[in-house]
Structure formats: structure tokens, C-alpha cells
């Protein structure tokens, strides 16, 4: 699968704009309309958020967008093989980082799978500071290989969330830097307090609203979106005030809700570039 997938980068690499849009129809048709991959799961999520505003044949709609921006956010990422993923990026409200970074203690950034996420964080990290995404594995052994040397290529940094205990220590010393952390928190977490997220219960990861008890830097809200193939504007927001009272329990669950709420309103800006495939209100 390795040298399978850095084929298809070499392949990629040399194709245009336009033949990468093509490409990512093709896929997205197949994908959604032919072999149905997950289009129950993606109506169902577009059902729950978007019911009382949109229609079913808008929904529909923007669920097939959601699967073509997907797979260009694929192919845009295979394709980067000369670290060039970033490369036309534009920003708004860079300020809120800039005056959060000045702080001098670190920062928080809040994000969500919305357009190229791959992309915000080689953008950000090239533009005004090293970040480091907290992230999973990728599949097989040898897909997350080619995945990790793809996103060391183009100067995404990642801090392996595989082990909770080292994780969390290079947070601590990522911040200690001065340095910038992203937590991307907008998928179902096992075992956590159901929150609010479009007015239904979600499992919803509070680690943030933890460590950022125990570590009080900015937090800046930020999410990308895509202007045109392999054309980007990263968008950032004021920085969320933090809730600290004697009820610490109430106070994460408040922050995790306040999380939850900020990511929705990101969402509602550009839904037809939202990742609905993950089955975020699962039992």
C-alpha cells in the first residue's frame, strides 16, 4: 500500500486544477450515488442538523458536496508530494492568533474536519508559528507511513494520541515552547458526557475543556475553507474566555458545550465542506 500510494502521489503531482476537480466528481459519484458508501450515515447527520432549515433535496445536495470535497481534500493531500499543500493560502482574522501568541504562553487552537484540515495545519504552521495537531493512526501500518511522511513533507506536525500519558506530556511541552496545539474535537468520543451538538446528544471528547483547566493559554477558534482547488482561506475567530468557579465539573461541562456550540456555528458557514460521514450521535 506504501509504494502503491506513492505512486499515485508521483501520478497526482503532475495533474491541474481542473483535472483533480474532475477526478474527485468521479470519485464522489461513485462513492455516493453508485455504491451508496456511507449516504444513510451522511443523510441521517444532515437530518439531524439541518431538518427545520433545509429541505431533503438540499440536504442531499450538500451531503454529495461533502463527499466530493472530501475526496479533493484527498487528492489535494496525495498530490502535495513537494511539500507545496500550503502554498495558496490566505488568512482572516489573523490577529486573534497573532495577539493570542503574543502572550507568550502558548495557544489553543479549537478546529473541526471542515475543508482541507490537512492543509490549516501546514498553513499555520508556516505562517506564524510551529502547530502541532493531536491525531490518530491511519489505517494500515503502511497507509499511515505514507500519510506521516506526506504531512512531515509539507510541515504538518503531529502529536500521536495513541498514548494518553505521553500525549498529554508533549502538550504540556509544546506549550512550555511557546508553541501552538490543535485539537480537532468534533467526533464521537466512547464513555464521555453527552453534550449538545445541533440540539442532540452527542458523546462529546472533553479533553479539551480538561487540559485547558489545568493549563489556562488562549484558546482561538479557526477552520479553512476551500476557495477553489488547491486554494484556501484559514479563518480564525475571537479567543473563547475561559469559565473557571468552584464546580469544576460544571465548569467542563459548560466549556465542552461552549466547544460544541462554536464548532456549529463554523459548520453552518460552509456545510457542503463539513466531513458528515463520521457518525457523530452514535448510542
Same mark, same amino acid.
Given at each position: 500500500? @506504501? @509504494?502503491?500510494?506513492?505512486?499515485?502521489?508521483?501520478?497526482?503531482?503532475?495533474?491541474?486544477?481542473?483535472?483533480?476537480?474532475?477526478?474527485?466528481?468521479?470519485?464522489?459519484?461513485?462513492?455516493?450515488?453508485?455504491?451508496?458508501?456511507?449516504?444513510?450515515?451522511?443523510?441521517?447527520?444532515?437530518?439531524?442538523?439541518?431538518?427545520?432549515?433545509?429541505?431533503?433535496?438540499?440536504?442531499?445536495?450538500?451531503?454529495?458536496?461533502?463527499?466530493?470535497?472530501?475526496?479533493?481534500?484527498?487528492?489535494?493531500?496525495?498530490?502535495?508530494?513537494?511539500?507545496?499543500?500550503?502554498?495558496?493560502?490566505?488568512?482572516?482574522?489573523?490577529?486573534?492568533?497573532?495577539?493570542?501568541?503574543?502572550?507568550?504562553? #502558548?495557544? @489553543?487552537?479549537?478546529?473541526?474536519?471542515?475543508?482541507?484540515?490537512?492543509?490549516?495545519?501546514?498553513?499555520?504552521?508556516?505562517?506564524?508559528?510551529?502547530? +502541532?495537531?493531536?491525531?490518530?493512526?491511519?489505517?494500515?501500518?503502511?497507509?499511515?507511513?505514507?500519510?506521516?511522511?506526506?504531512?512531515?513533507?509539507?510541515?504538518?506536525?503531529?502529536?500521536?494520541?495513541? #498514548?494518553?500519558?505521553?500525549?498529554?506530556?508533549?502538550?504540556?511541552?509544546?506549550?512550555?515552547?511557546?508553541?501552538?496545539?490543535?485539537?480537532?474535537?468534533?467526533?464521537?468520543?466512547?464513555?464521555?458526557?453527552?453534550? $449538545?451538538?445541533?440540539?442532540?446528544?452527542?458523546?462529546?471528547?472533553?479533553?479539551?475543556?480538561?487540559?485547558?483547566?489545568?493549563?489556562?493559554? $488562549?484558546?482561538?477558534?479557526?477552520?479553512?475553507?476551500?476557495?477553489?482547488?488547491?486554494? +484556501?482561506?484559514?479563518?480564525?475567530?475571537?479567543?473563547?474566555?475561559?469559565?473557571?468557579?468552584?464546580?469544576?465539573?460544571?465548569?467542563?461541562?459548560?466549556?465542552?458545550?461552549?466547544?460544541?456550540?462554536?464548532?456549529?456555528?463554523?459548520?453552518?458557514?460552509? $456545510?457542503?465542506?463539513?466531513?458528515?460521514?463520521?457518525?457523530?450521535?452514535?448510542?
Amino acid at each position: 500500500m @506504501y @509504494y502503491f500510494m506513492k505512486f499515485i502521489s508521483l501520478c497526482l503531482s503532475y495533474t491541474n486544477p481542473q483535472i483533480k476537480k474532475i477526478f474527485a466528481h468521479m470519485l464522489a459519484t461513485l462513492s455516493f450515488k453508485i455504491f451508496r458508501v456511507r449516504r444513510r450515515l451522511i443523510l441521517s447527520n444532515l437530518e439531524k442538523a439541518f431538518s427545520s432549515e433545509l429541505s431533503l433535496t438540499e440536504r442531499t445536495s450538500i451531503a454529495y458536496q461533502s463527499v466530493y470535497h472530501f475526496m479533493l481534500t484527498v487528492i489535494e493531500f496525495v498530490a502535495a508530494r513537494r511539500g507545496d499543500l500550503a502554498a495558496n493560502v490566505s488568512f482572516e482574522g489573523e490577529q486573534y492568533l497573532t495577539e493570542a501568541l503574543a502572550q507568550g504562553s #502558548g495557544v @489553543y487552537i479549537l478546529c473541526c474536519h471542515m475543508g482541507n484540515w490537512e492543509t490549516m495545519g501546514a498553513a499555520i504552521n508556516k505562517a506564524f508559528a510551529p502547530a +502541532h495537531v493531536v491525531v490518530k493512526k491511519v489505517g494500515s501500518n503502511s497507509m499511515n507511513r505514507f500519510v506521516c511522511e506526506q504531512r512531515e513533507l509539507n510541515g504538518f506536525r503531529i502529536i500521536d494520541r495513541s #498514548g494518553s500519558s505521553s500525549a498529554n506530556k508533549l502538550i504540556k511541552d509544546t506549550l512550555k515552547r511557546k508553541e501552538i496545539v490543535g485539537f480537532v474535537m468534533d467526533q464521537s468520543r466512547p464513555n464521555e458526557e453527552k453534550i $449538545p451538538f445541533f440540539g442532540h446528544p452527542a458523546k462529546t471528547n472533553s479533553g479539551l475543556s480538561i487540559l485547558w483547566r489545568r493549563n489556562p493559554v $488562549p484558546l482561538v477558534p479557526a477552520h479553512i475553507e476551500r476557495i477553489a482547488v488547491d486554494h +484556501h482561506v484559514v479563518k480564525f475567530g475571537p479567543a473563547i474566555e475561559p469559565i473557571r468557579s468552584k464546580d469544576i465539573k460544571q465548569d467542563l461541562k459548560q466549556l465542552t458545550q461552549r466547544f460544541n456550540h462554536e464548532i456549529e456555528n463554523i459548520i453552518k458557514q460552509k $456545510p457542503e465542506q463539513y466531513f458528515w460521514f463520521h457518525n457523530r450521535w452514535k448510542v
